[in-house]
């Protein structure tokens, strides 16, 4: 898998991931500060369930490339469970990824 793709679905990933936790928390607040909005908080748990599924597969495929420590795996998958974390560490994957990994010719070699 070339790098750029991956990164790019990291990125994109974890800022998704990261607003959907937020907005969750927020309706969190609401269903249990305000006793509204119960049903809805359902539907944003489990669009921030599948978003963080995504982000899992993901993250640990760019760990691998990257070849993280099995602590630095952990630490950037659990950012996705961490309200604001994910932000912060999409910023500090994609700057240490851009020095690291190749950009990815736009040619391929035939059968890969």
């Not at 305000?34 to 908080?41: K, M, P, W």
């Amino acid at each position: 898998m070339k790098a750029t793709p991956l990164l790019g679905w990291y990125r994109g990933l974890a800022i998704a991931t990261g607003t959907a936790l937020l907005v969750f928390c927020g309706f969190m607040v609401a269903k249990y500060g305000f006793s509204t909005a119960e049903d809805l908080t359902t539907y944003v748990a489990m669009l921030h369930g599948y978003l963080y599924i995504g982000y899992f597969v993901v993250t640990f495929l760019l760990g691998q490339k990257l070849k993280w420590p099995l602590g630095r795996l952990v630490l950037t998958l659990a950012a996705g469970c961490i309200p604001f974390l994910s932000f912060v560490f999409e910023r500090k994957v994609a700057r240490e990824a851009a020095e690291r990994l190749p950009a990815g010719d736009s040619r391929q070699p035939a059968g890969v």
